[in-house]
């Protein structure tokens, strides 16, 4: 191509000197140095710096906090999940020795939390005393109560697949007329989950954008700030890269430090949240502790943090660049 | 090592500030640039140092047509230029090693390499003693200096200066065409763009005077325009 080879005639490359200096040391080299500037001109205005962190630090914590929270809350919905079980009614001429039997089979073939064998005395017994209509059996003359086994299995999400195949192969045992699960109850909580879990989505989206423009808007007015600085570069040979680089580690920075200081700052409300809930979670008699943001969660947080800061600069740098030429 | 072949520059509103002109700079050769405000001057430099592209015509450097450099290569050509305004246009926030160790960082030189040439740029424009002072603490004529010195610490092949005396007294004035002529000296092909007619003539350098954009006068030492 003639332009290349007209930039190679006119061009001097550093490899073809005495310094035996790789192409990789010398991006590496570079890189270097713009980071190092990075961090010079983030520290040169300490106030303007710590504003942009907080603004940044405060739009990444509260959706963090929020899905922290829900986590949490996910947590606790497993705790309680008394409700969320499966009842098997057994067939009218099921005795007690043969629901041990189908009791023990289920237990060996699923993993079970807990399960429960309630004869049909029983479950009349229950019945008088929750509503209080007593003898029953009297009027009706025959129990009309089956007996039933409650289950309630390991697995949390009592609507998936796995536990339709579940059911679907209870139901065809001998001895059991039928199979329920409080599907109800399980499908109010999953929607209120999935409702929880798209309003986290919308804020960390809306909020990450946020975090885009008050990045990118930084760099806008630094890069308007340096204006001459950059036609005097370009002058002497500057490349767009070049030029952009220290503006881009300016981003990755204030992003990383701002996901930081939002870790931070969830660490300290959950700390504060702990005590209280603790308390409620006792007096229902359930040993609950708020849990903090992961480790896998932070570092994600960290890298989210960091990408938009880089994106938002590298949007800023771009736009503002081309517009900067010497005169 | 320049040639400009029948260039015309226009800007918007059809201003004319080259038309036709033609030259022709030998490698290591020297050359003064003058005329009156508004002849050209600035346009030719900057038509050579690709910050302006010509209407019509050729420019070539060192037998490359500027014509054939995209935007993204432009930046390789200026590397092998080193440009001189009237205007130092130093960094302030930056001592004088760092500005002029600017275009050897910005060439992608390994910095273990900056130190021994920034010195001796540094001493050929007689600073080797300020190198970490801020530009703005040093005299117009220092700060004239460190931006030599900032354009020529890279070798290259090429200097131009636009006015470089322009805010400068008589004496500094000279001792600054005496550092050209020094690099003139070492190979380096000058053309320097001044008014200071008075000061040119000493030199004894070859004088292109150019007239509302139009070439007038080539030749050496000789005294022109009314
Ligand atoms: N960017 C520009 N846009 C429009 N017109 C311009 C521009 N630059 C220069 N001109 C015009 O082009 C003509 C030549 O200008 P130039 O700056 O080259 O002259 P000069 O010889 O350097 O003058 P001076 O001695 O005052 O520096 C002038 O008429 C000027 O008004
Ligand atoms: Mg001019």
Not at chain 1, 102 to 114: C, F, G, P, V
Not at chain 1, 126 to 150: A, M, W
Not at chain 1, 286 to 291: A, N, P, Y
Request: hydrophobic letters at 45%.
């Amino acid at each position: 191509m003639k332009t290349q080879s007209a930039s190679r005639t006119l061009q001097n490359p550093p490899t073809s000197t005495a310094y035996s200096y790789s192409r990789l040391s010398a991006l590496w080299d570079q890189h270097r140095q713009a980071a190092r500037i990075s961090i010079h001109r983030i520290c040169r205005h300490p106030l303007g710096s710590v504003l942009t962190l907080l603004v940044i630090g405060v739009a990444l914590a509260l959706p963090t906090l929020l899905s922290v929270l829900l986590g949490n809350g996910e947590s606790l919905s497993q705790h309680w999940s008394g409700g969320t079980q499966i009842t098997v009614y057994l067939s009218e001429n099921t005795n007690a020795q043969r629901a041990e039997q189908i009791m023990t089979l289920l237990k060996e073939r699923y993993q079970l939390k807990n399960a429960r064998y309630i004869s049909p005395e029983e479950g009349l017994v229950n019945f008088e005393r929750d509503t209080g209509i007593e003898h029953v059996v009297e009027q009706l003359r025959k129990n009309p109560l089956p007996g039933i086994i409650e289950i309630m299995p390991e697995i949390a999400d009592l609507g998936s697949a796995q536990v339709q195949t579940w059911l679907n192969t209870i139901r065809q045992f001998p001895g059991v007329e039928n199979v329920q699960l409080d599907l109800a109850w399980v499908n109010r909580l999953q929607e209120m989950a999935r409702f929880a879990n798209r309003l986290v989505h919308a804020l960390a989206l809306l909020l990450g954008m946020v975090v885009l423009l008050v990045i990118g808007n930084t760099i806008r007015l630094s890069t308007q700030n340096r204006r001459e600085e950059i036609k005097i570069a370009k002058l002497i040979g500057a490349t767009d890269a070049f030029i952009r680089r220290p503006f881009l580690y300016t981003g990755f920075f204030y992003g990383l430090l701002g996901a930081l200081l939002s870790w931070l700052v969830v660490s300290i409300v959950i700390l504060w949240l702990r005590a209280p809930i603790t308390q409620l979670a006792a007096s229902y008699q359930s040993v609950f502790q708020l849990r903090n943001l992961s480790f896998m969660g932070a570092m994600e947080l960290l890298l989210a943090g960091a990408l938009l800061g880089f994106a938002g600069a590298l949007i800023a740098v771009n736009l503002q660049i081309r517009q900067i030429e010497p005169d | 090592m320049i040639e400009l072949k029948h260039v015309t520059k226009s800007y918007e509103q059809n201003r004319i500030a080259l038309s036709q002109a033609s030259l022709t700079l030998a490698q290591g050769e020297m050359a003064f640039l003058t005329g009156h405000s508004g002849a050209g001057k600035s346009t030719l430099l900057k038509l050579i140092a690709l910050l302006e592209r010509p209407t019509q015509g050729k420019v070539m450097i060192g037998g490359v047509d500027l014509a054939d450099v995209g935007k993204a290569d432009i930046p390789y050509v200026r590397r092998r230029i080193g440009v001189i305004f009237q205007n130092p246009y130093l960094l302030p926030d930056r001592n004088v090693f760092d500005n002029v160790a600017l275009p050897l960082q910005i060439a992608g030189w390994p910095s273990g390499s900056w130190l021994k040439r920034v010195r001796a740029a540094l001493e050929k424009v007689g600073l080797a003693n300020k190198e970490a002072v801020l530009p703005q603490t040093l005299s117009g004529g220092e700060q004239q200096r460190v931006s030599i010195a900032r354009a020529i610490v890279n070798k290259p092949a090429v200097l131009l200066a636009d006015e470089p005396t322009g805010n400068l007294d008589p004496d500094l004035s000279e001792e600054i065409m005496h550092l050209f002529q020094d690099f003139h000296q070492v190979g380096v092909t000058v053309l320097v763009a001044s008014h200071d007619l008075r000061l040119i003539a000493k030199m004894k350098h070859r004088i292109i005077t150019l007239k509302e954009g139009k070439v007038v006068n080539d030749g050496l030492d000789k005294h022109s325009i009314t």
